[in-house]
T-cell receptor, first 114, second 115 residues
Framework: DTEVTQTPKHLVMGMTNKKSLKCEQH?????MYWYKQKAKKPPELMFVYSYEKLSINESVPSRFSPECPNSSLLNLHLHALQPEDSALYLCASSQVLLSGYEQYFGPGTRLTVT | GENVEQHPSTLSVQEGDSAVIKCTYS??????FPWYKQELGKRPQLIIDIRSNVGEKKDQRIAVTLNKTAKHFSLHITETQPEDSAVYFC??????????????FGTGTRLTIIP
């Protein structure tokens, strides 16, 4: 099973709301990622978790807060977002291999901030 | 950090012809080069990848070549079909101190297959 799932598919939230995005994988992967993708652009890395520990934060504003409760789950907590944060949020996972890895993406959550 | 350039940004090809997309990278330590296909409104899907110890890899109609000396790699699609229409992203990565690797993506190529 090479599937990464994400919920919800779509989310509309106001600038004062608090919401969370959820990502799940059951492939035994030990690295999980959050990406942000704007229209007609490549995915932009936000956070990387390796063995449930945050290993990379690409200088993401604190209104985005990641959480990795266990090796299968990854959450992204959202608070006080701005309209420019509207985008497709993609989760991905991979095994940790020595010479390169295959990274599998979830279907994404289409977020609209009003 | 790594920088990946991708060309062309758009490509239109007659059905049945071949398509070639090229990428260059800047960091000679990069050792893994995947290609992703993203259809409109869908997730990026890994279609083929190559590691630095290999010069060429083929999977049915898709092939990737790597020239480490010149620091460039290319995606070749033969006998193109309408379902090949999508945006294609190349990427490069290397092992980091964290035990995993960041992917640096190219800017994407919108491939259109003309029936």
């Amino acid at each position: 099973d090479t599937e990464v799932t994400q919920t919800p598919k779509h989310l509309v939230m106001g600038m004062t709301n608090k919401k969370s995005l959820k990502c799940e994988q059951h492939m035994g992967h030990r690295a999980m990622y959050w990406y942000k993708q704007k229209a007609k652009k490549p995915p932009e890395l936000m956070f990387v978790y390796s063995y449930e520990k945050l290993s990379i934060n690409e200088s993401v504003p604190s209104r985005f807060s990641p959480e990795c409760p266990n090796s299968s789950l990854l959450n992204l907590h959202l608070h006080a977002l701005q309209p420019e944060d509207s985008a497709l949020y993609l989760c991905a996972s991979s095994q940790v291999l020595l010479s390169g890895y295959e990274q599998y993406f979830g279907p994404g959550t289409r977020l609209t901030v009003t | 950090g790594e920088n990946v350039e991708q060309h062309p940004s758009t490509l239109s090809v007659q059905e049945g012809d071949s398509a070639v997309i090229k990428c260059t990278y800047s960091d000679s330590a990069s050792n893994y080069f995947p290609w992703y296909k993203q259809e409109l409104g869908k997730r990026p899907q890994l279609i083929i990848d190559i590691r630095s110890n290999v010069g060429e890899k083929k999977d049915q109609r898709i092939a990737v070549t790597l020239n480490k000396t010149a620091k460039h790699f290319s995606l070749h699609i033969t006998e193109t079909q309408p379902e090949d229409s999508a945006v294609y992203f190349c990427a490069a990565s290397k092992r980091s101190n964290f035990g995993n690797e960041k992917l640096t993506f190219g800017t994407g190529t919108r491939l259109t297959i003309i029936p």
